[in-house]
């Protein structure tokens, strides 16, 4: 048994490892994960020798519910590096259990990769970000105010060797060397990007324009509603975390348009191109 799925707790342990043993049979295996959000998958298409697994075919998986979510693992080689991407991601909206949310996160991790890039399209709030740029993310706010990982591990204060006693060590959920190797990358690219706070909110709704307010001033950069519970199990397992936000949209004021996820959409449509090459820049650092 991988020395990650022993850190989960049974008998979510046994649903991760049913779908392992699924992909590892049919050949899925990687050095590095991605994590591709809203109208962010095309990244797939840079994929030699790929294999797919829809979502729906996969044990103990659910299909996304979101349009513009394709809901595949996609397997293979980018960048000479063997490479494991999903395809759309599940959302804390959607209603599902924590074990079911993070299925496709253990898996990743349990499949035996050393780090995980996640992306996502955001809204921004720093007033310096404009729709279609990049944000390395630095950092998490987690604004479900709940603990995305109650009852999945199996010995939560011990999660992957990081608690001297009782009192944890401060967490770096997003490896700083690898946030400043995808800032790196993106240079390499020709693409420039910021470096910023995530913020994730529960949604399926924008944020009220209180809500805008509150996370000016608390200090975030970027708003979305996924990511945060995937980071915090990655870390947990000791998997190294990079983090990339699409802002799509600058969050939405007073006698600003109502944003719709299809405005959303059409901005990660028209910058998808430069998120795949940050990706493909930076993967070789990452293996
Ligand atoms: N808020 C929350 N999630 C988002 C946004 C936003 O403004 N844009 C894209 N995803």
Redesign the pocket.
């Known amino acids: 048994m991988s020395g990650r799925l022993a850190l989960l707790a049974r008998p979510w342990r046994d649903r991760v490892d049913a779908a392992v043993a699924f992909l590892t049979a049919r050949g899925f295996a990687g050095d590095v994960g991605v994590i591709l959000g809203?109208g962010l998958g095309n990244f797939v298409d840079r994929i030699a020798d790929a294999r797919v697994a829809p979502y729906g075919e996969i044990p103990g998986y659910h299909a996304t519910s979101v349009a513009a979510h394709q809901g595949r693992l996609v397997g293979g080689i980018a960048a000479g590096v063997r490479t494991v991407a999903m395809q759309g991601r599940l959302h804390p909206y959607e209603g599902l259990a924590p074990a079911d949310l993070l299925l496709p996160t253990a898996v990743l991790a349990c499949l035996g990769v050393r780090a995980v890039v996640v992306t996502n399209?955001?809204?921004g709030l720093n007033r310096f970000y404009a729709p279609g740029d990049l944000m390395v993310i630095r950092d998490q706010i987690d604004l479900h105010w709940d603990d995305p990982l109650r009852g999945l591990l199996a010995d939560p204060l011990g999660a992957a060797g990081r608690v001297v006693g009782r009192v944890p060590p401060p967490a770096h959920l997003y490896d700083p060397a690898l946030a400043s190797a995808l800032a790196a990358a993106a240079a390499r690219a020709g693409v420039p990007v910021h470096q910023g706070v995530y913020a994730s909110?529960w949604?399926p709704t924008?944020?009220t324009k209180a809500e805008i307010g509150l996370l000016r001033r608390a200090g975030c950069d970027a708003?979305?509603?996924s990511t945060a519970a995937e980071v915090a199990l990655l870390s947990a397992l000791g998997v190294a975390v990079a983090g990339l936000s699409c802002i799509?949209?600058p969050?939405r004021e007073t006698g600003q348009p109502e944003?719709s996820h299809q405005d959303?959409v059409a901005v990660g449509a028209r910058v998808r191109e430069r998120v795949a090459a940050v990706l493909l820049a930076v993967l070789g650092d990452l293996a």
């Open positions: 809203s399209a955001a809204g909110m949604g924008y944020e708003v979305g509603m799509t949209n969050a944003l959303v």
